[in-house]
């Protein structure tokens, strides 16, 4: 297997405060849709617990193909500012990448929030998963800006 590691940082700005940010990733239902990178991309969240030392399992693929799973185990959350978790992406018995993420939510001016996703990230199948979590987190980014606007 070609093992690669990257940390991966993604920053964005956001039209809404960090407790609204915040709920956005508990909301199991509205993280489904926005975490999805595309419109032919399902993601399905059959358990979470999004407290410090809570787990969480999903699924993900192309829509109908739920082929990858989702393991996360939450080491640090604090309402309204972090959650950090290690995901780990399987395809049936093999592992895929393991990861330790963190969504680091500051608070800015007039009701906005810096959110910075930092992705230590290490890949068993190569430079392309990390590619692939690179664009999937950008466009997650960029869904979750667009729906914190639709539900002002």
């Excluded at 407290?51 to 080491?75: A, F, I, P, S, V």
């Excluded at 604090?78 to 393991?98: A, M």
Aim: hydrophobic share 35%; charged share 25%; glycine share 8%.
């Amino acid at each position: 297997m070609d093992i690669h590691h990257e940390t991966l940082v993604l920053e964005r700005a956001l039209d809404a405060p960090p407790a609204r940010v915040f709920s956005a990733y508990v909301d199991t239902k509205a993280r489904e849709k926005w975490s999805a990178p595309s419109p032919t991309t399902e993601v399905r969240i059959d358990h979470a617990d999004v407290r410090t030392g809570g787990q969480e399992t999903g699924r993900c693929g192309t829509t109908g193909d739920l082929r990858w799973t989702l393991k996360l185990n939450y080491h640090r959350v604090i309402q309204d500012s972090q959650i950090t978790f290690t995901e780990e992406l399987w395809e049936g018995e093999v592992i895929l990448t393991v990861a330790l993420i963190t969504f680091d939510l500051r608070d800015l001016d007039q009701g906005r929030t810096l959110l910075r996703l930092t992705d230590q990230i290490t890949s068993f199948v190569g430079p392309e998963a990390v590619s692939g979590q690179r664009e999937g987190y950008a466009a997650a980014l960029a869904n979750l800006d667009q729906h914190l606007g639709s539900s002002a």
